[in-house]
């Protein structure tokens, strides 16, 4: 089976690079599936999952990005995020009392914050995409 090579980066430094059979993105109008060969895609990312499988199409990894960019061509898919985090280091206790803390504040910042890390409790909890 085809492999298509897939790099997830922050503004720090490469979190993931490797060739895989496929990887779930969480685009600004949906999530979307990159397979080999997918045609020249540009999009803006929502705070969500990324979802990367192996070419047997079981889940290898599973990141939450802030927000971002994704660039896909046949051969490759690099996604451009603000932050990111592995899901399986995230803590549902630590991300509720982050959405307590913003609540009690009224900022732009806040509210914006507020948001994403509402997207990443909901990432912790959402079963989607986990087989494919």
């Known amino acids: 089976m085809a492999t298509i090579s897939f790099d997830l ?6 979190i993931f690079n490797d060739e895989v059979g496929m990887i779930i993105v969480p685009g600004k109008d949906g999530d979307f599936g990159v397979l080999p060969g997918h045609s020249k895609v540009m999009s803006s990312l929502r705070p969500g999952r990324v ?12 990141f939450f990005v802030s927000g971002g960019f994704a660039e896909v061509n046949p051969e490759k898919c690099i996604v451009l995020a ?4 592995e899901i399986h280091s995230l803590e549902k206790s630590a991300i509720e ?21 509402k997207a990443k409790l909901e990432s912790l909890s959402t079963s989607f995409y986990e087989k494919i």
């Open 9 to 14: 980066v922050s503004p720090e430094n490469l």
């Open 51 to 62: 979802m990367v499988y192996g070419e047997d199409k079981n889940l290898l990894k599973s």
């Open 82 to 85: 603000e932050s990111v985090d």
């Open 97 to 117: 009392k982050e959405i307590q803390d913003l609540e009690s504040q009224d900022t732009e910042n806040a509210k914006e914050q507020l948001f994403i890390v």
